[in-house]
């Protein structure tokens, strides 16, 4: 997910851009830049890395052009190196753009554009929309406007996107275009700004203008004219922002969970970050800050949780059970305090809770506690604490916390944090594998650097899946019933889909083992029973394959969360939910996102309140 920010006015763009970066840096910092114009002249400056570093660059130049666009980005095409870097430029040096989504038909356009003689300098979708400016306006008559260049271009564009375009021939004029990607007008006093959203502009304008799909914007010194792809002009008003912290906090996006949806990306890296950041001389390449004396003799691990984070313990036990070889049992919470398992020695016991307040969850912690006490040493309590509150009650009541690092999350249904939280199982089953030796270094290593991609991997799926997801809960907003199927390590992610869709949707849904398929659940599969497969290329994916058949058999219309979209998968699957192609092991990180996106776009279709569902709160903390 990535940033973008715009001015037209009366002061110098270049502080105006670089305090928009600043509130939109969370969308990315692989790279960021600003591109002004000024004595006739496109002026870009880029720089890898945070902001800090396009910042220390301008610093030393001095350019008081009152018209700029800025982006700051993650890395989806083409690594996250300057080159790479928005906004990019024509063959020509003419014009710039800024652009956030992805263009799938990018490569076609490439070779086409390539053939006419443009010149490209980057890896990225993103450089082929100025070149395709730049020849549609060497077609256009003279006293063509700069927009219908834009105009003509963006209808040859496939995927989701906003875009931001000036240029030297054009310096009155900054045209905007939103399609399936956020894009918002701001209203100054002869001044115009344009951003990703509303945080960007709000220290400048109360008034603002949030664009359509398939519109375009032209924004002048002397007002705004929104026109949509066809060419015809519109007529819009622009509203006030109220200053209350909800609408802020939103960011430009419809509901607080879609925001936090697409937060994920930037949860795994701090995630990466902050746990795979060994201290010299580790026997792990993984950093935690736990005593070594918690991973002595250990012999078996006992995870209480609830709702979401029980389905992330279930992906916890896979990790720590495949990668460290020890026997891990994951216990609802509320169950557990009641029918607690007896007291065995070297066991570590994990509570996974978002809030850390969630009261079965701290009962049973507490429980355990107490009846270790007074044990020999290998049968007292060894607590860990799986938290997005450290400060929490949770905090106090565990000797150690691994803290995810999710940040605030306001919608009631869990998504960044569940992420979060597989990123503390991922870290810590890598760290008891390292320390015990399960598995090779170079798996060790494989696996570290599959984590690594996985950021630009999730907005990837993001960018994609936004659109699809969309059009495909059109069709599902008066279904009552759906089932969910996955095998291994994906089964946990057939239950947080279905939770998911529960939760917000209030359509009942229920997630399985494919393989219990044929065991009863089978019988409910018809015409009206939707089937979600889960299947993935590794151990279980021709099982999976097979258990759609089954349901396929039964008349049940056929939803694959996949990387395959050919062969056996294309005949089976009625509809393809497509994530990228990665290790099985690492998929869940990827799988629940469409799941995600799919439970919400579907609650947003029945027009429900998304992020207060009825009958929940985020934080239970009565039993």
């Known amino acids: 997910m990535c940033g973008i920010v715009g001015y037209i006015g009366t002061q110098a763009a270049t502080d105006i851009l670089l305090a928009g970066l600043e509130k939109l840096e969370y969308r990315g910092y692989d790279s960021a ?21 396009l910042r220390s660059k301008l610093e ?57 003689g443009h010149q490209f300098l980057s890896e990225t979708d ?42 030297a021939d054009y310096p009155d004029e900054l045209i905007v275009v939103r399609q399936q990607a956020p894009l918002v007008i701001g209203f100054g006093q002869g001044e115009f700004f344009c951003a990703s959203d509303t945080l960007a502009i709000a220290s400048y304008t109360r008034a603002v ?15 705004v004219e929104i026109y949509n792809f066809a060419g015809d002009r519109l007529k819009k008003q622009p509203r006030l922002l109220n200053y209350n912290p909800g609408m802020v906090e939103k960011q430009g996006f419809k509901h607080f969970m879609l925001k936090e949806i697409h937060e994920q990306p930037g949860v795994v890296r701090a995630s990466l970050e902050a746990y795979f950041n060994p201290a010299e001389s580790s026997e792990s390449p993984i950093n935690l800050g736990l005593p070594a004396d918690l991973y002595n003799d250990l012999e078996q691990i006992q995870i209480v949780a609830c709702g979401t984070s029980w389905h992330a313990a279930l992906i916890g036990k896979y990790l720590i059970e495949q990668l460290a070889g020890i026997s891990t049992q994951v216990h609802y919470a509320s169950e557990y305090r009641y029918a607690p398992s007896p007291v065995t020695a070297n066991t570590l016991i994990i509570g996974v809770t978002q809030s850390g307040e969630t009261a079965d969850t701290l009962a049973a912690l507490a429980m355990e506690k107490e009846r270790r006490q007074g044990k020999e040493p290998k049968y007292q309590a060894r607590l860990l604490g799986i938290t997005n509150r450290p400060e929490s009650s949770l905090g106090h009541l565990v000797p150690h916390i691994i803290s995810t690092l999710a940040g605030i999350e306001i919608g009631v249904a869990a998504t960044k944090t569940f ?33 690594w991609q996985i950021p630009k991997e999730i907005e990837a799926t993001l960018e994609t899946q936004e659109c699809l997801t969309e059009q495909l809960a ?41 393989g ?18 889960i299947a993935i ?47 099985e092991l690492l998929s869940p990180l990827l799988t629940v996102v469409p799941l995600q996106l799919f439970a919400y776009h579907i609650a947003a279709r029945r027009g429900l309140d998304v992020d207060q569902p009825r009958n929940l709160a985020k934080s239970v903390t009565v039993e």
């Not at 996949?562 to 062969?567: I, Q």
């Open 537 to 583: 290329p590794g151990s279980v994916y021709e099982k999976v394959i097979s258990n759609a058949q089954e349901a396929k058999a039964r008349d049940s219309r056929l939803i694959g969360v996949t990387p395959v979209n050919d062969g056996e998968a294309a005949e089976i699957f009625n509809d393809l939910l497509p994530i990228s192609h990665v290790e």
């Open 126 to 167: 993103t450089e082929v929309i100025p070149h395709l400016i730049a020849e549609f306006l060497k077609n256009l008559p003279p006293s063509s406007p700069f927009l219908e260049a834009i105009r003509q271009a963006v209808n040859h564009l496939h995927g989701a996107f906003a875009i931001a375009v000036i240029s």
């Open 474 to 514: 059109h069709e599902f907003a008066e279904t009552q019933d759906f089932i969910f199927i996955g095998r291994g390590i994906n089964f946990p992610i057939a239950l947080e889909g279905a939770l998911k869709l529960k939760e917000i949707s209030y359509i009942h849904a229920e997630g399985y083992p494919a």
């Open 33 to 53: 830049g600003i591109a002004t114009i000024w004595e006739g002249e496109v002026n870009c400056v880029r720089a890898k890395g945070k902001l800090l570093n």
């Open 209 to 223: 203008l949030p664009l359509e799909n398939g519109e375009i914007a032209r924004l002048t010194p002397l007002g």
């Open 516 to 533: 219990e398929m044929k065991h009863g659940p089978i019988a409910l599969l018809d015409a009206k029973v939707p089937v979600v497969a």
């Open 419 to 451: 992420t979060a939280q597989l990123m503390a199982f991922y870290a810590l089953a890598l760290d008891l594998a390292a320390r015990r030796q399960t598995v090779s270094k170079d798996r060790l290593e494989k696996i570290i650097n599959g984590l």
């Open 60 to 116: 030393q130049i001095e350019t008081p052009s009152q018209i700029g666009i800025g982006h700051t980005r993650w890395a989806t095409h083409g690594k996250p190196e300057e080159y790479n870097a928005h906004p990019h430029m024509d063959t020509a040096k003419r014009l710039a753009v800024v652009q956030n989504g992805i263009i799938e038909n990018y490569r076609e356009l490439r070779e086409e554009l390539k053939g006419k």
